[in-house]
Structure formats: C-alpha cells, structure tokens
C-alpha cells in the first residue's frame, strides 16, 4: 500500500470517524459506494488538508471520495460528521491493517456521537467460534477494541484476492457473551478480488469465501446438499438467510460451504 509523506506522524494522533446504522437495520453497504482497496499516491496524512477537502466534495456534489490516511486509530468527531451528513461525497479511511473503512454523507443521519475506531492485532476468534464456520475458508480477520454501536452506516471494504472474483464473500461477527457466531451480510466478490460490507458496531469479525448456488426449478435444499457433496445439516447453517427451509425460490443465492 502506498503511503504519502507524513504518513507515520499520523500514528501519534487521535482522528475522528464515524459509522452509522439505525437499531434493527439489516447490514448493508451503502448505497452507490464503489469498492475501495489501495489506498491511492494522493491520500493525505493532513487533518487540516483532510477537512478542506472534505468541505470542497460536499459543496460541489458530485460523488467524491476524500482519501484520509488514519492508521489503526482513529475517531471521527462529531463536527466533521456534520459537514458530511447529507451530502454526496464519501470519507475513505485508509489503516495499516487489511481493512478499509468509509462513510458517506448520504448514510450520516446522527452528528451527535463520534465514531472511534481501534483495529487490534490481539488474539481474535476463539477455536469454539472457529468450529462453528468450519468448511468455509477463512480469508479475513479484524476487530475493534470498541464494541460501541455506530451512529451511521461504515462500510469496511476487503481485497481478497481476484482469484476469488464471483464467489461469495460472507462476513461473521462474534458474539462473545454467547460464544457463537453471527452472519452479517453476503457480497459477491467483484472482479478485482474485493467486498464490502456495512458494519452496525465495533467487533470481531471474520470474511470466509464460500462458493455460490443460483436455486434453479425444481431445486430443494436436500438436493442441493447431495448435488454438491455436502450435508443438509452444514447447507443450512451457512444460509442462515433462509427462514423456511422448505421454501426457497428461483433465482435465489446461496452460500456452499467447504471450498
């Protein structure tokens, strides 16, 4: 990844950001935000380059990201939430982690709270967590310190390989009280090997790669799971999407564990 001139100084500082998403909203990724890998030559360390920018794609409103170099801490206040909110353009946070994080102005509904975020390079999912996506191949890891809900919708984007474009990208949260996993959202991997998803909160997260099944007439999910060498058992948990089992429909996509 490259990195701009005054990109270590940003590691001694605090920044502010926030993500946004309302109570009982599915996890989504916004609408109209293109996937974000590389952090581009331009990217600014700057906080002061960072909000004139940011002012300048908000006044002019033609769908512009503002490429802001955080590292693996920062927050974003409450202020410059307030001068995206609204607005067609999109701030892309860009960490010295795998992950990278946006939010766009037309997401921003609350300005009354930050959004702090700290990537943290401990331990991550527990072996009991990993036995329960067993069969899907984890590509992906990362965790907030903060377990704080966002006020807006943030997107977190993943490269994960163009020899995984069309396969499924499917995001785990952890919930650590119950030990158990929880599927948050499902994204087809683009064609340069990326996905995004809309994060609700800080966590532990995990991305695995299954394949995909388009439901054709006449399909039922025991014949999928034979189709496919896999049992019924593993099929259903890795589309806890499917609330009837006995009714799926044409058309639909599904995830195949065991890749």
Not at 21 to 47: C, K, N, Y
Not at 137 to 160: G, K, T, W
Request: charged fraction near 20%.
């Amino acid at each position: 990844m490259k990195k701009t001139a005054g990109w270590k100084q940003v590691l001694a500082l605090i920044f502010i950001l926030v993500p946004a998403l309302w109570p009982g909203e599915p996890v989504r990724a916004a609408a109209g935000t293109s996937i974000i890998s590389q952090a581009p030559e331009e990217a600014t360390a700057d906080w002061n380059q960072m909000t004139e920018w940011l002012d300048n794609a908000a006044g002019n409103g033609r769908g512009e990201n503002v490429p802001f170099a955080v590292g693996d801490t920062f927050t974003v206040p409450a202020d410059i939430l307030g001068r995206l909110a609204g607005k067609n353009a999109t701030l892309v946070l860009y960490t010295d982690s795998n992950v990278t994080f946006t939010v766009s102005g037309v997401d921003v509904r609350r300005t009354d709270a930050p959004v702090c975020v700290t990537l943290s390079d401990e331990e991550l999912l527990p072996a009991e967590a990993l036995q329960q996506i067993c069969g899907a191949r984890i590509v992906r890891q990362f965790q907030m310190a903060e377990r704080d809900e966002y006020p807006c919708l943030v997107n977190a984007h993943l490269s994960l390989g163009a020899e995984n474009s069309g396969k499924n990208a499917v995001l785990y949260s952890c919930d650590e009280a119950a030990g158990r996993m929880k599927q948050e959202g499902i994204y087809r991997i683009n064609e340069s090997g990326s996905a995004m998803f809309g994060l609700k909160r800080g966590g532990v997260y995990a991305a695995v790669i299954m394949e995909s099944y388009t439901v054709m007439p006449g399909d039922m999910l025991s014949r999928i799971a034979v189709k496919k060498g896999i049992s019924l058992q593993a099929l259903t948990a890795a589309n806890p999407q499917i609330a009837d089992p006995d009714r799926i429909h044409v058309g639909q996509i599904l995830n195949i564990p065991g890749v």
